[in-house]
């Protein structure tokens, strides 16, 4: 039956080509229950001919680009006659009459934008153009470290696979929503859409050890969270004293000065200064405790430790020394 109909094909489109690739509205090409529809839904397409179409009556139902033939049936008292098995099994092709055609089809996801028509040796239906709705089904934040100094900006990425329609990224940082300091761009792969976001965001220390993440979707109902990275934000030390201010003490007696970091990332290697305030370039001293035995009157003044790891150098503490008569 194959070899038959190429050959009835190959005669009438050299013949009549003109007839074969015209739109005629005589056959119709209808769906149900739509052309909007998810990845595997089954859908029956119709084809209507005009009453009494002229023999011999063949319909050929078909996807376009690229051109691929689905099912080709022909009527037999309210049947298909000669019908190859993959229409009957795959496609559940029905014949009720000489003007009412239908096979039913499973849509897969790169059927979206496909057209699709029915056609006999003489005519060509309307074509019917999909939307496949494919769900956006990952997004992947391609950085697996994040270690910054404060201050500095970070550069992230999200990407989505690809989807039908384009998904939308929004970028969280914990419990704030940083969307705003992003922008996408989309590629397109065949009918399908992918989304890049990028995020520059400049961090604090107050960032450090909060998660970063973004969220995808391209459906009312759903959305896909890519995996969580924790921001390491690196600052330089910050210093404090615990003494009185101004810090009495008396004439020949020991000063015992003492800064504290009380906060630094890394809190390790630390390395200390101190200076006096009227002599910033003499460094006194280099460890956290300063100790002046037998202190004079002259040394009253003010002095400043300061702390540094890998980051940077702190902001300095001031300590008022007054020293009194005996």
């Known amino acids: 039956m194959l070899q038959r109909f190429g050959f009835y094909r190959l005669l009438f489109y050299e013949c009549l080509c003109w007839l074969v690739f015209a739109s005629v509205t005589g056959l119709n090409l209808t769906i149900t229950p739509s052309r909007n529809v998810e990845v595997n839904q089954s859908v029956t397409l119709h084809c209507e001919l005009d009453p009494n179409p002229p023999p011999p009556v063949v319909v050929i139902f ?50 979206n934008g496909a057209s699709v028509v029915c056609e006999t040796f003489f005519e060509r239906s309307n074509s019917i153009i999909f939307s496949v709705n494919v769900p956006v089904s990952s997004v992947n934040l391609t950085q697996t470290t994040i270690v910054v100094s404060a201050g500095q900006m970070i550069n992230l990425t999200c990407v989505t696979s690809y989807s039908n329609p384009a998904a939308t990224i929004s970028w969280h940082k914990s419990s704030e929503d940083i969307t705003p300091q992003s922008t996408s761009e ?31 979707n391209n459906t009312m109902d759903a959305s896909i969270t890519s995996s969580m990275r924790t921001i390491i934000v690196l600052y330089k030390p910050e210093v404090s004293s615990s003494l009185s201010n101004p810090y009495r003490v008396i004439e020949g007696e020991t000063a015992t000065l003492l800064c504290t970091v009380t906060d630094a990332n890394p809190n390790t290697n630390i390395t200390w200064r101190w200076v006096k305030i009227n002599s910033t370039n003499d460094v006194l001293h280099t460890g956290r405790t300063y100790t ?33 008569c005996m």
Request: net charge positive.
């Open 62 to 111: 078909s996807l376009q680009s690229p051109f691929t033939t689905l099912c080709v049936v022909e009527p037999w008292n309210g049947e298909c006659k000669n019908t190859p098995d993959p229409c009957r099994n795959l496609y559940n092709a029905s014949c009720p009459s000489d003007t009412r055609y239908s096979i039913q089809v499973k849509v897969p996801m790169d059927w």
């Open 292 to 324: 002046i035995p037998n202190i004079k009157r002259d040394r009253s003044g003010s002095y400043i430790c300061r702390a540094s790891n890998k980051v940077g150098t702190s902001e300095g503490a001031v300590i008022d020394i007054d020293v009194l």
């Open 186 to 216: 989309t590629l397109t792969k065949g009918s399908l859409v992918r989304t890049i976001s990028s995020l520059r965001s400049i961090v604090v220390k107050e960032d450090n050890g909060k998660q970063i993440y973004c969220r995808a």
